[in-house]
């Protein structure tokens, strides 16, 4: 079974701090790792994504930074804000046509207080 | 274009009924997928599609059943209802082309139903 660990399982950040959430993987064939987002009541939508070939990937408040020899990659949100309280799950996929599989870590609930 | 569409948005079921779980995309993707969503275990993939016609297992398949008979339609069947399906069910969809990187294509989900079973 392959398997993306998360942590932590809950988050609370003031306003204006760095929100940081860790992902573990084991299969060394995984190649593509996205973050996605999930607000109460909506299904998860594509936040960031990030490819082994570079070792961080920054869009607006929002980084993604990986160690390949570590297996780890994580997300930071930077100069967080309550808009930012949902669910973010990690998730891992071997980028081959026929793979369309991605794993995904079990979720962190962030909770952004002003 | 409306997306990812799911009905219905909730359900009770007795232990032992059947339902289907719809779901239908109009951005002509070729892959679909379903998911359930259980408190702190994230998604689990219970079947998938790659096409009209074809489809797999995931990691969770057991108690489901799936068809794809059209690109936009990818109906999830519980045949015999049991509380541990009880789930908020998520159907997804993406496109990926013939030359590669299947695995990194941005999948687009629906608003999940949320199924009890008692």
């Known amino acids: 079974q392959q398997q993306v660990k998360q942590s932590p399982q809950s988050l609370i950040v003031q306003k204006g701090g760095i929100s940081i959430i860790n992902c573990a993987y084991e299969?060394?064939?995984?190649?593509?790792f996205p973050w996605y987002q999930q607000f109460p009541g909506k299904g998860p939508a594509l936040l960031i994504a990030i490819r082994p070939d570079v070792s961080e990937k920054k869009e607006g408040r929002f980084t993604i930074s990986f160690n390949k020899s570590a297996k780890q990659f994580s997300l930071h949100i930077m100069d967080s804000q309550p808009g930012d309280s949902a669910t973010y799950f990690c998730a891992a996929s071997r980028a081959n046509f026929g793979n369309e599989k991605l794993t995904f870590g079990t979720g962190t609930r962030l909770t952004i207080i002003p | 274009n409306a997306g990812v569409t799911q009905t219905p948005k909730f359900r009770i079921l007795k232990i032992g009924q059947s339902m289907t779980l719809q779901c239908t995309q109009d951005m002509n993707h070729n892959y679909m997928y379903w998911y359930r969503q259980d408190p702190g275990m994230g998604l689990k993939l219970i079947y998938y599609?790659?096409?009209?016609?074809?489809?797999d297992k995931g990691e969770v398949p057991n108690g489901y059943n799936v068809s794809r008979s059209t690109t936009e339609d990818f109906p999830l069947r519980l045949e015999l209802a049991a509380p541990s399906q009880t789930s908020v069910y998520f159907c997804?969809?993406?496109?990926?082309?013939?030359?590669?990187?299947?695995?990194?294509?941005?999948?687009?989900f629906g608003p999940g139903t949320r199924l009890t079973v008692l």
């Open positions: 599609s790659v096409g009209a016609g074809i489809t």
């Open positions: 299969n060394t064939a995984f190649d593509y």
């Open positions: 997804a969809s993406s496109y990926s082309g013939t030359s590669g990187g299947a695995g990194t294509d941005t999948q687009y």
